[in-house]
T-cell receptor, first 116, second 110 residues
């Protein structure tokens, strides 16, 4: 069984469109994350949710809106897609946050977004 | 910015031990040292983490110096499938945020 699954795996779309990427984890974790890996392979955190509450928002344009309907899901909606949004987006999850509860993050296989 | 410094690339012969160094001279007392790797086109994979003591699991060993300013990840018997970018990350605090640097590209040679 896949622990952290993302859909779709590939997404090719036109500039200006609105698209969503879905993420689900079956590990029973209560914290989920979105990371972006650009063409130069730099991996950077975008958002994190703990128990459906936003805890990290790393200066991401407000065209990006994460939504967590429950602990097992964290979706990413992107409005008005731009060429610079082309990247691989990774979802991750972990059990707990905070000092003394440091736990590893488990990543999905990524969604490759290409903007034409 | 990443709080760690790693060599950009290393080679290792198949079957030999791979020793990947990492400097983290500004690490705080409550921060952990984590190692992840990313095999081409896949998501990052957790390897091991530690606070002060050396750690070992089925994948690797982590040696942390006494002053905690550097560490070494050891893959005891490298295989071709261990070819990947290895990231050393220092993290802790309220958010468990991972800040990835450029990592070390380990190339295991046959």
């Amino acid at each position: 069984d896949t622990a952290v699954s993302q859909t779709p795996k590939y997404l090719v779309t036109q500039m200006g469109n609105d698209k969503s990427i879905k993420c689900e984890q079956n590990l029973g974790h209560d914290t989920m994350y979105w990371y972006k890996q650009d063409s130069k392979k730099f991996l950077k955190i975008m958002f994190s949710y703990n128990n459906k509450e936003l805890i990290i928002n790393e200066t991401v344009p407000n065209r990006f809106s994460p939504k967590s309907p429950d602990k097992a899901h964290l979706n990413l909606h992107i409005n008005s897609l731009e060429l610079g949004d082309s990247a691989v987006y990774f979802c991750a999850s972990s059990q707990g946050i905070g000092t003394g509860t440091n736990q590893p993050q488990h990543f999905g296989d990524g969604t490759r977004l290409s903007i034409l | 910015d990443a709080k760690t410094t790693q060599p950009p690339s290393m080679d290792c012969a198949e079957g030999r031990a791979a020793n990947l160094p990492c400097n983290h001279s500004t690490i705080s007392g409550n921060e952990y040292v984590y190692w992840y790797r990313q095999i081409h086109s896949q998501g990052p994979q957790y390897i091991i983490h530690g606070l002060k003591n050396n750690e070992t699991n089925e994948m690797a060993s982590l040696i942390i110096t006494e002053d905690r300013k550097s560490s070494t990840l050891i893959l005891p018997h490298a295989t071709l499938r261990d070819t990947a970018v290895y990231y050393c990350i220092v993290t802790g605090g309220a958010t468990n945020k991972l800040i990835f640097g450029t990592g070390t590209l380990l190339a295991v040679q046959p």
